[in-house]
């Protein structure tokens, strides 16, 4: 089936660095989105993204955190400055026009 | 805010005997079900979709949808050891588009 990518799959920083989380969603697609995973826990939705704007967000996305495409680029997922809750599996995912959602298979950010 | 829970957190099942997972949800306007499949350190599978009550088959896997109830189950026939995986139900509201996840269910098939 259609393959979301993402990179890289694991990423290690310090508090209060900035990170940027990337993905490469499917060509065609042009919704897309972040979900937010902590170890053993639901999966939790964080933005959608539509023909450059957010369109919904989530009380998890805080002011630290931005997304943008540009170009038709990679899909990413900016964190400035981190802390140590924001350590978690994020995925990307994209979205089909019979709406289904395609996910990456995550990248585990782990913030010391 | 939709609030999806499923049921049960873990099932083991023998190769061969059907798996039945549940799910429900609080937002009866949801029209949008799909059932994901998550193996360790790997993203995602969409297994089924369903959009209207009754029932919708993908190969091995059928979910039933029953709106009324606020429930969608996913039943999987003739299960695997390879089927072990976490399955995640997820509901798209009437509003908005974002999807809402269950826990999952641990599924472990023994051989």
């Known amino acids: 089936g259609p393959k979301v990518l993402q990179i890289p799959s694991h990423q290690i920083i310090d508090m209060g660095q900035m990170v940027t989380l990337n993905c490469d969603p499917v060509s065609n697609h042009l919704y897309f989105y972040w979900y937010k995973q902590i170890l053993g826990q639901q999966m939790e939705f964080l933005v959608n993204f539509y023909n450059g704007k957010v369109m919904e967000k989530s009380k998890l996305f805080k002011d630290q955190f931005s997304v943008e495409r540009p170009d038709g680029s990679y899909f990413t997922l900016k964190i400035q400055p981190t802390a140590l809750e924001d350590s978690a599996v994020y995925f990307c995912?994209?979205?089909?026009?019979?709406?289904?959602?395609?996910f990456g298979s995550g990248t585990r950010l782990t913030v010391l | 805010q939709q609030k999806v829970q499923q049921s049960p957190e873990s099932l083991t099942v023998s190769e061969g005997a059907m798996a039945s997972l549940n799910c429900t949800f609080s937002d009866g306007t949801s029209n949008n079900f799909r059932w994901y499949r998550q193996h360790s350190a790997k993203g995602l599978e969409v297994l089924v979709s369903i959009f209207s009550d009754g029932e919708k088959e993908e190969g091995r896997f059928t979910a039933h949808l029953n709106r009324a109830n606020l429930h969608v189950s996913l039943h999987i026939r003739e299960p695997q050891p390879s089927d072990s995986a976490v399955y995640l139900c997820?509901?798209?509201?009437?509003?908005?588009?974002?999807?809402?996840f269950g826990g999952g269910t641990r599924l472990t098939v023994r051989p």
């Open positions: 995912a994209s979205r089909d026009s019979a709406e289904t959602l395609y």
């Open positions: 997820a509901v798209r509201g009437n509003a908005g588009a974002k999807l809402t």
